[in-house]
């Protein structure tokens, strides 16, 4: 009966601590945005990835808000509910209806200054590479920090 226990016991241990190096290995994405330089730095699990890259967050009178968010949702070929069926391509969701997304035409050529509305814009290209990223490591291990 002890023989049988501990070798119960073992599995358990054994379980327990695969499980918990396999959430500690888990990879982290984090996109870190500086309003102040309008540019964004994408790390990998600590290490720099790719950037910096130009950006465009709100300008007056519309926020981009400060702060540590989990990427929600994601949508290839998202178009703004809000703003004119604006097309937002790549958009990785973080806050509600503020996503990092990519902009094309004219209005990009405003990424490193403030021009959205809320969201922070991207190159196409950028937006891409980023939304490929968030499709590796997965929305749970994607974060957004706005500083």
């Not at 600590?46 to 465009?56: I, M, N, Q, Y």
């Not at 969201?119 to 499709?135: E, N, P, T």
Request: glycine residues 8%; hydrophobic residues 45%.
């Amino acid at each position: 009966m002890l023989k049988r226990s501990s070798c119960i016991l073992c599995i358990l241990v054994v379980a327990c601590f695969l499980l918990g190096c396999k959430a500690v290995r888990a990879a982290e994405l984090v996109a870190v945005v500086d309003r102040d330089a309008q540019t964004v730095l994408v790390y990998a699990n600590h290490a720099e990835l790719h950037g910096p890259w130009p950006v465009s967050t709100a300008r007056a009178p519309y926020r981009t808000p400060s702060g540590t968010y989990r990427a929600t949702w994601m949508d290839a070929d998202h178009r703004s509910k809000i703003y004119d069926d604006a097309p937002m391509p790549f958009s990785v969701f973080y806050d509600g209806g503020r996503a990092l997304h990519g902009i094309e035409g004219g209005e990009a050529r405003l990424l490193g200054r403030a021009a959205s509305h809320g969201c922070v814009r991207m190159s196409v290209a950028h937006a891409r590479a980023f939304y490929d990223l968030v499709r590796k490591y997965g929305l749970k291990n994607t974060f957004v920090i706005i500083q």
